[in-house]
């Protein structure tokens, strides 16, 4: 799920079997973006729109994901809003590109409210490009219930690795 370049909304309903959806939290400008966003946001052309969703299905929610995309161009690239971003982008079949920039471990309070697990959580950082431009970056913080379905992450052997003082 992690390192994958396929759509984590598509992976998520292929590994439960049940209908995915998303479920907007909110989408507007983003004026502290550049404080508060992932560094590869200075590769998007501003002002930027920060998108915010629940990935989930049976009143699970499996996911977190945030995403920031140009003004401008939000609205020809998410022309349903209330839909998981790979349903938008790859209905006119245009060529995408994924990289991953980053994987780390995310502590939050309303997080562990919200997936009703204890963290940290993984999480993942990555960019969309469309004709070589960057189109988006996503962040996306997963839910430990998935280890139910994928087996465990190895999360705690990181941890103690991560957080030795040695």
Same mark, same amino acid.
């Given at each position: 799920?992690?390192?994958?370049?396929?759509?984590?909304?598509?992976?998520?309903? /292929? &590994?439960?079997? #049940?209908?995915?959806?998303?479920?907007?939290?909110?989408?507007? &400008?983003?004026?502290?973006?550049?404080? %508060?966003?992932?560094? %590869?946001?200075? #590769?998007?052309?501003?002002? /930027?729109?920060?998108? #915010? =969703?629940?990935?989930?299905? #049976?009143?699970?929610?499996?996911?977190?994901? %945030?995403?920031?995309?140009n003004?401008?161009?939000?609205s020809?690239? &998410?022309?349903?809003?209330?839909?998981?971003?790979?349903?938008?982008?790859?209905?006119?079949?245009?060529?995408?590109?994924?990289? =991953?920039?980053?994987?780390s &471990?995310?502590?939050?309070?309303?997080?562990?409210?919200?997936?009703v697990?204890?963290?940290?959580?993984?999480?993942?950082? *990555?960019?969309?490009?469309?004709?070589?431009?960057?189109?988006?970056?996503?962040?996306?913080?997963?839910?430990? *219930?998935?280890?139910?379905?994928?087996?465990?992450?190895?999360?705690? %052997?990181?941890?103690?690795?991560?957080?030795?003082?040695?």
């Amino acid at each position: 799920m992690l390192l994958g370049d396929g759509s984590p909304t598509r992976h998520l309903q /292929l &590994l439960t079997n #049940q209908e995915t959806k998303i479920q907007l939290i909110s989408m507007q &400008l983003d004026p502290l973006s550049n404080q %508060e966003g992932p560094r %590869e946001l200075n #590769q998007l052309k501003g002002p /930027l729109i920060r998108r #915010q =969703v629940w990935i989930n299905n #049976q009143n699970k929610n499996l996911a977190w994901a %945030e995403s920031w995309w140009n003004a401008e161009q939000v609205s020809e690239n &998410l022309k349903a809003k209330e839909e998981p971003i790979w349903k938008n982008l790859t209905q006119d079949r245009s060529e995408l590109f994924r990289e =991953v920039d980053s994987i780390s &471990l995310v502590n939050s309070k309303w997080l562990e409210d919200k997936f009703v697990f204890k963290g940290p959580f993984w999480s993942r950082n *990555y960019r969309f490009f469309r004709d070589k431009k960057p189109l988006t970056i996503i962040r996306e913080v997963f839910n430990p *219930y998935l280890e139910t379905l994928l087996g465990p992450s190895g999360i705690n %052997e990181f941890t103690k690795l991560y957080s030795s003082s040695s």
